[in-house]
């Protein structure tokens, strides 16, 4: 626990962490004051006027409690008339020249105006005069759309591409109510950050023209989940709605914090991955080249395994771990050679020193602390001699490998995504994807996250586990891998995988040590 | 009444060329300035009773007390010129008419307070004011006033004009900061306060270019010569910009302390045509209105204009006979502060236009009587919740004519109001 201070707010005596600006000081012990342009990625700024604050200890009447340490003994008064008149004043200039055009705006539901003004202001208009017009659906360029009226010029997207991206593509221009954020003439939005600007926008003022008017955010279930684009792990909201007579869609990534992780942000590309679990998904199982029921196809699969001379197993980087663990399980007890050979997830070069990774992979780590052989050396030597290979989701033709030119190796496919590896198999079985399963992965960085099942699709495919233990796997569920985990891989003898906290588990370096000697 | 202290040198023919000046006693201080300890010269300012000549009359050596200690950054003094108060035209005299008066005193300032980069921010508008300036300084350069070594002492004095682009908000001292660091000027959020944490992240005086320019007076002639003038609490002697509907509007040179209607009669002249006096704006636009009545018992220094609920701001006063429309007056004073409100922070941004608008609608002809109590309002509403107080200056001087003129602007709600011109 950091170390904490008391303050007084409103005549209560209260324990908070040490070292914060007031708003997130007092947050802690839940205690809301109002603010716009306040982010905790972006630092305090003090526009928006807000979170005016009044301390009783002699210094200015009012302060910015954005701008204000919280310190031992602050007596911090939020619930005067003057404060509570101060949030409806603010609200009430922030307001006068907003558009109202609530419903049909993507932010409604979610928009700290319709919030802010219910909770701190709830007053009827004393507007009479006409009101500013601005620049309306701008396009921004890094699919980003901007509504220069809805801007409550807060400054939140202008100090990320400023202090998060460093690209500044973003400025506010002109002076007094005609200031407006824009872009400079011909140099549109351009980073791999860019639609974090819709999310840190209080307001819709920043829309997504990939999200734009396809939901309302109140019919969205707000799921937690991980990215699986890359090997950073991104914690991220998944964001999805059944709607009447259709079946469960994702309508969108957001980011979700975590400080271990990601902080406050994702990239564009991870962002854009829901689409992944949309389309192009694996429906209809194979056997033998024919199209069949699932139960049919895992049968005619487990006959040919047992009919197989030579087997080999190749497993996908992004498989979870505890996938692995039980593809691991079953090759052994099949004599099969295990492989992870994917080479062509890692786009060398394309990653940065930020969020982005070049590993599109989502779990490669895993397949160190498991000793999964990922050299091209093992698999190609296995596959001179193979009669079935079966891939479990991982698409050999992105290392370069030709599916359909296998010679005598039949393939099998187990997986969730459509892919030429899939496409050349003779045997397919779909299954469950990241984001309607559950499971844990290891981020490049060594942290162990553990992901739950976001979406229940109509026709809801097996997960693999379920798949593995009906091929002739070891493992019931997930309590049975990790009681494995845990007696039989060292890396994970001291591992608590029932309880791996929200934020993910940072596996030590004496673990990963103990691995690689 | 009027006095030559500052403005001693501006009756003389090409005064701003170098050596016209030094033949009138320009640069004349530095031998003492040199042979006295720094903390000695700011010792001599501070019991000159100087106070800041921009408006806000803050005591200049006491706000040089206020550098940290022992830093080991360096110390910049910036000289704010961007003279935008409306009827204030004070400072470009001292540009033009003697500019080696500044520069001596930056060398003073810059001496006391230890620093060797001074800036002189001017305003945009002064093209040709700029260009004297800048001519001086080249010569204060070529002759050895300014650079390593000043006047041969072992003490660098650098100086940079930068020119502003046209914009209010740049005379409030971190948006000049902000704008001189090349960033749209916009007001800071204070503390930190320039003094600590300034100019390019240094410690950081702020002095308006009449306080600089007093200094050589200060330190040739004393403390106790300089307090000769004005008042106790007001010493010294200002240039008042006298302008609006009188005989002889000008900038003159008046100890503190004078009667304000003994002024306007006898420097200025007296009200024009001889009508009526109305009111006066006593130091600039953002400060309060007073009314005839009032106006007759009022001196021109701080703590009589304090005790009439006025400041005594720029030295610019603006004589209004009975001829003023102070309902269009009032619009064109909002006017002025809505548009150069930079537009950072909600209240200004928003609260300045909604104001216009109001005051528009009132002189169309299509205000409601609740529309005045509403303006009352959104002073109250916008004052002290804002980043600067470029707000405050609007509705502090807009209360003012709100609440002492009331009945024209209930005339204009009536739409009785008769058809009189703005001035």
């Known amino acids: ?517 | 009444m009027e006095v030559k202290i500052l403005s001693a040198r501006f009756d003389i023919a090409d005064a701003n060329k170098l050596e016209v000046a030094k033949e009138h006693g320009a640069y004349g201080t530095l031998e003492k300035l040199f042979a006295m300890e720094p903390a000695e010269v700011t010792e001599v300012v501070k019991a000159s009773g100087l106070r800041g000549r921009g408006g806000a009359g803050f005591p200049t050596g006491l706000k040089w007390t206020f550098l940290p200690k022992g830093l080991d950054k360096p110390v910049y003094l910036a000289v704010n010129s961007d003279e935008s108060e409306p009827a204030t035209f004070k400072d470009r005299y001292i540009l033009v008419r003697d500019p080696h008066m500044l520069i001596e005193g930056i060398i003073i300032c810059c001496y006391a307070i230890n620093s060797h980069d001074a800036y002189i921010y001017i305003r945009g508008e002064y093209i040709s004011q700029a260009k004297i300036l800048q001519a001086a300084i080249d010569e204060a350069y070529a002759a050895g006033y300014l650079g390593d070594k000043v006047a041969g002492h072992d003490f660098r004095v650098d100086v940079t004009v930068h020119r502003g682009a046209g914009a209010y908000i740049c005379g409030e001292e971190t948006a000049l900061l902000e704008s001189i660091e090349g960033k749209k000027g916009q007001p800071r959020s204070k503390p930190p306060f320039p003094a600590v944490e300034g100019l390019y992240g240094c410690p950081t005086i702020i002095n308006n270019v009449q306080s600089i320019a007093s200094l050589p007076f200060i330190i040739e002639k004393g403390a106790d010569a300089y307090k000769a003038y004005g008042t106790e609490k007001s010493p010294g002697t200002h240039l008042f910009g006298i302008s609006g509907l009188v005989k002889k509007p000008g900038m003159y040179e008046l100890p503190l302390g004078l009667p304000l209607v003994e002024v306007i009669d006898k420097v200025a002249g007296g009200v024009r045509d001889g009508r009526k006096l109305k009111g006066i704006i006593p130091g600039g636009s953002s400060t309060p209105v007073l009314t005839a009545d009032e106006a007759q018992s009022v001196t021109l220094d701080y703590e009589s204009m304090a005790a009439h609920k006025t400041m005594f701001g720029s030295g610019g006063i603006v004589v209004l006979d009975d001829t003023v429309d102070i309902v269009k007056l009032a619009e064109n004073l909002v006017h002025f502060y809505y548009h150069e409100s930079c537009g950072q922070c909600t209240p200004c941004r928003e609260g300045l236009g909604w104001m216009l608008k109001i005051l528009g609608a009132i002189i169309a002809g299509k205000g409601k009587a609740k529309d005045i109590d509403l303006l009352l309002e959104l002073c109250d509403n916008i004052e002290m919740k804002t980043v600067c107080v470029l707000s405050a200056a609007c509705t502090m001087s807009l209360r003012s004519y709100l609440n002492k003129f009331r009945s024209e602007f209930e005339a204009y709600v009536a739409n009785t109001a008769s058809a009189q011109p703005v001035m």
């Open chain 1, 1 to 517: 626990m950091a170390d904490t201070i008391k303050l007084s707010v409103n005549g209560v005596e209260v324990e908070v962490p040490a070292g914060k600006n007031l708003i997130d000081a007092v947050a802690a012990v839940g205690i809301e004051i109002p603010h716009i342009c306040y982010h905790p990625a972006l630092g305090a700024d003090g526009n928006c006027r807000m979170c005016l604050v009044e301390i009783e200890d002699g210094r200015p009447p009012l302060v910015a409690a954005c701008k204000t340490k919280a310190a031992e003994g602050m007596k911090v008064r939020l619930d005067s008339e003057k404060i509570k008149k101060i949030q409806r004043d603010i609200m009430e200039f922030e307001l006068i020249n907003h558009p109202i055009d609530c419903p049909i705006c993507d932010q409604a539901g979610e928009c700290i105006l319709q919030d802010y003004y219910v909770k701190y202001d709830h007053a009827p208009s004393r507007m009479r005069v006409p009101q500013v017009t601005k620049g309306k659906k701008m396009d921004f360029g890094g699919g980003v759309v901007h509504d220069q009226e809805r801007c409550v010029l807060c400054a939140r997207c202008v100090r990320f591409t400023r202090l998060i991206t460093k690209t500044g593509e973003l400025g506010i221009v002109n002076r007094t109510d005609q200031a407006r954020v824009n872009i400079f003439p011909g140099r549109p939005l351009n980073n791999r950050y860019a639609l974090n600007v819709v999310d840190l926008c209080p307001v819709g003022a920043m829309t997504s023209k990939d999200f734009r008017f396809r939901q309302r955010a109140w019919f969205l279930t707000k799921s937690k989940g991980i990215c699986h684009g890359c090997s950073k792990g991104c914690n991220i909201y998944i964001d999805h709605n059944r709607e009447k007579y259709k079946d469960d869609i994702i309508y969108r990534y957001r980011p979700r914090h975590n400080a271990l992780v990601n902080g406050y942000f994702i990239c564009d590309a991870g962002r854009m991955t829901y689409k992944l679990e949309n389309e192009k998904r694996l429906r209809m199982p194979l056997a033998a080249g024919q199209q069949v029921d699932l139960e049919s196809a895992v049968n005619a699969l487990k006959r040919r395994i047992d009919q197989a001379d030579k087997l080999v197993f190749l497993v996908s980087p992004s498989c979870s771990l505890e996938q692995m663990r039980a593809i691991q399980q079953l090759a052994t007890h099949k004599a099969a050679v295990l492989s992870g050979y994917s080479e062509g997830y890692i786009q060398k070069g394309d990653g940065d020193d930020y969020l982005i990774q070049d590993d599109k992979s989502a779990n490669r780590a895993a397949f160190a602390l498991l000793g999964i052989d990922e050299s091209k050396d093992t698999l190609t030597a296995a596959l001179n001699e193979a009669d079935l290979l079966i891939s479990f989701g991982n698409d050999l033709s992105l290392s370069g490998m030709v599916c359909t030119a296998l010679g005598k190796t039949e393939l099998a496919f187990v997986g969730s995504y459509a892919n030429n590896c899939a496409d050349a198999a003779s045997y397919l079985l779909p299954v469950a994807s990241y984001s309607e399963d559950s499971g844990s992965i290891i981020n490049i960085d060594g942290v162990l996250q553990r992901y739950g099942a976001a979406v229940v699709k109509n026709e809801p495919l097996p997960s693999m586990l379920q798949i593995l233990a009906q091929l002739g796997g070891a493992f019931g569920d997930v309590q049975a891998v990790w009681s494995d985990l845990n007696s039989a891989v060292e890396a994970f003898n001291k591992v608590d995988l029932q309880n791996i906290p929200a934020e993910g588990l940072a596996l030590t370096v004496s673990e990963v040590d103990n691995v690689t000697a």
